[in-house]
Each structure stands twice: as structure tokens, then as C-alpha cells.
């Protein structure tokens, strides 16, 4: 069965076009990588990357465009409204099919361990990859961002995990990790009662008491006449759709308001959907060989 | 977009396995097509066989197949507990993706004529490809089987689609066609009261007035203590498992009883579970492409 990891790094550059699609193209050169997507933040001065593969082959890719990017990204001269620490901000390594998570976790921190080594940029592992628990945090990590890093990363609790207590001096630090899948999910209401969505958000998500892996907020649709209940969801395996919806339908029914319908936004993995159909088919003892996609090559 | 058809060819040998052997072999050797399953019946002397690839592909190798069992199998010397008429008894194309049934209809017809012209083996159409309403009907084409057939394919109406008004000397005929894919869906309830699966059957297949598409059947499951409404699904797409699901337990909720689970048995194409998915989560404007595996190349 072939081994699907998604690899998602995030570069400190959204505005030199070039200097983008030179990066990119360390992506599309490594043998058995898929790239799926790219955009770039004139804003935020940030690009997204999206790229699938086999565990190894994935973070090849990973560590020739990090090779790539510290040549032609200064953080001397970067400007950008996203919080970031470094030319290559953050490359999470994501589980999809026919791959642990430990496994993603192990892969993660050996391009983390090489990224050090041979490109000499001090690297930081969070996610599931992180060694201590405050490091689960990517928000934490950055907090100072790369301008305060420079002298915080001597602090006790701040020093790398691979690499001396001090950053590169152009290229600053990497955050390498693992996480799962995240899905964003939105659910519309019949009512364009802004509080019942907020009520709803606050009933649902982590924060305040809800489910773990649960970000959610109410937000107006203004051209609907609608409010929605945006979430993410972090752990589609731990804290499934249905899960989630069925809760929202249950607390919407609460203020007599009705779902009218949902959202799923950009990339799902087939199996939360799978999953989805199987809890409310009941099935018994589905396996994921039954699909027949699933059998080809 | 890969295009995916799978064909099931029904052979009439299931008891020479070496046979069979050489047979399948000409599936393993057609480029560009995947074997998934094989399996022979002893009583039946049948054996039926899965692959899938393109339209092309999959027509390549059914000829071969066809080519092939014609020169091993004489239906003079067969003998077998299932209905048949030829050594090649039935090839149905089925669409599973992005490709029509309209394209699997042509297909099925210009495999037809070839096998008619350069075989020599007379063909009828069935399913989707018949060419008269009355040549849907699988049972009524084999009406006769293949003894009864050498002299009822002259009358009018009993004529091949394809070659003249005469069965092959050993190979009799072959019924090339197209059709959905068949969904095995079972459906247990908390009752070990075989009247109320009965009943159920009854109101939701189409032979009684029910749905379109769906075969049913009270099943007592022994060892479980329970019953079961076991189903054929003969078309998800125009009758989706979800919508016949609900139907039963709406019926069985008018006999105070639950559905305790269900069962999908053998293979199901992905996209008939992703519309469960759909329905269940209300899901607004979802598509395939947002499904991370249908990126993948």
C-alpha cells in the first residue's frame, strides 16, 4: 500500500514571485513528490506549500528547498504581517495513509537533526514532534518572533533543539514537526442570530470547555442572512466530524434554530469522510479494503 | 483523472483450476489493467473474475479472456448448477470513475462486434448497452441456458445482437453489457422476529413497490439472535444507501425496533460512501477534487 505523508512548510517569502517558484521547484524535482498547491501572502509576505509523498521522499524535498530557501531569503530584510523566525518559517509533516504518526514524528526530527547538521540553521521540533510539552505550541516557539529570537534564544527554555543558542544570521531557525490533518469545518445556521453561532462556538470547542482538538468561533454571513460556526478541527481521528456536528445540531436545536448546511474547506482526507459514512451507516467491520479505489495500484 | 472500469466476466469453468489459470493469465498480461479477484465454484463449474482500467484496457483483456476460454471450454461437455449459455458466459462493464456509463455502453458494443467478427462467437447486448428493453434482463437472455438456446436463437426476438440466428459449435454465445456497480448493503435489526425483516423488505424493494434499484430479503441471522433486511443496491447513485437506510429504520421504528448495525459486504466504489457522508453532514458544495487522494496522481 503506498505511504502518504503531506508536508506543508511555510516560507518567509510571498512577494518575490521568483524567488518563490525557485524554491517550488526543489519540490517538483525530488523524485516521487507530488506537489499539490502553492499560494503566496503579498501581506503576510509568506507562501504556503503543499506536497505529498512517501515519508523519505517527503522530507527530501523538505531539506532541498530549506537548502534553497536560506540562499535566497535574507530575515535581515523581511517584513510581513505573519509572525514567523525564520526563511523557512515551520515544515510540519502530516499522516495521511498507510503512515504512523510516530512514524511522521521520527521523520520529522531526523530532517530536523540534518537540516542542522548540514545547512548549520538551529532547529526547533514542535507538534507531536516536540520534546518537552511547551514546545507543542508553534505560537509559543515563535513568541518574539525572529527579531526577538536573536537574543531570547539564549534564555533557558528558548535554546534549540538542534544547534547552538543562536540563530542563523540570515536565515534565523526552523520549526520541524508533526501534526495531523487539520479540517477546517463550517456549519451554517438558519438564523441570523450572531449569538446563537457564538454560543455554539463556545459550547463546542477546547477552549472553553468543549472538545479537545476544537478551535471555533461565530461568524455573520452577511449575504446569506445567515450565521456560521467556523471551526477547525486539529484531530479528525480523536474528535471526528460527526461528532463535532452532531453537537452543534443538538445545541442549534437548543435555540430552536435548524443546520442548513456545511462547509468543508480546501483539502479533506478520504478517510474522515469514510469514517463520517461509517457512523451513520452503523456499519459493523468496514474495512478500508472494501473501497474499491482503495485495491488499484 | 485516471479512468477506472471494472469488468467481471462470469467463465464457464470452475472445476479445471489450470484452466482457469491460463484463462486469468490473459488479464495479467493486458497492459494497463489490474487483476483484483478471481474465485471458481465447483457446483456452479463457474468462475468469476474483477479487474479494472481504463475503457480501452479493460476491453483489450476481456477480449483476450474471451479468446482464450473459447478454446479451452466446450459447452457440449459442460455441466454446472448455474444458468449459462456460453464459455464466456457474461462481460459487464461498470463505470467507477470519471468515466460514463455512456462510454462503458460504447465500449461494451464495439467488444461485442469484434468478438462476433473475429471470433465468430455470436453476442447479445444486456443492461445499460441492450439494444431492445426486453434484453436488460440477464435471465431472460439466458432463458433455455445454452442447450435450450442452439435452437431457440432462431425464433424472432431470441436473435444475437450480434452474428447470425446460430450459437457457436462449442462456445455457445457471450452477452456483453453494461451496468451499475452492485452495492451488497445488509441491514440487522434488534429483533429475532423474521416477519418484521419481511415486512420491511417488502416496503423498500422495488419488486413490491419500494425503491427503484433495490432487491430485499428477510434473513434470519442464528447465531445473533437477530434478523436482517439483506439488500442488493443495483444502482447508488439514482437510490443511495443512505436513503434506503433511513427508509428502514423509519420502518422498522414503526415496530418499535432499531436498527443494531449494518454491513457493506465485498467492494464498494468510494464515492457511493462519500455520498453518505455528503447527505449525513449536510455538506454544501463539496467536491471530489477537495478529497486529498483524488490529487494524488
Redesign the interface.
Known sequence: MRQ?V?CVPNISEGRRLDVVEEIVDQVRQTEGV?L?DYSSDYDHNRSVITY?GSLTAVAEASFRLTQTAIGLINMEEHQGAHPRIGAVDVIPFIP??NVTMEECVQGARELGKRIFAELAVPVYLYGEAAATPSRRNLSRIRRGQYEGLKKAVQDKGRQPDFGPPQLHPTAGAVVVGARM?LIAFNV?LGTDNREVADQIARAVRESSGGFKHVKAMGVTLEERGEVQVSMNLENYKLTP??RV?EMVRREAARYGVA??????V?????QA??D???W???????SPE????????
Open positions: 502518504i503531506q507530488q499539490l505529498v495521511i495513509e490533518p451554517n466530524i460527526y456536528l443546520v442548513v448546511g456545511t462547509e468543508l480546501g483539502l479533506v482526507p478520504q469522510l469514510i463520517a459514512a461509517e451513520y451507516l452503523q456499519l459493523e467491520s468496514f472494501q473501497v474499491l479505489e482503495n485495491r488499484l495500484r
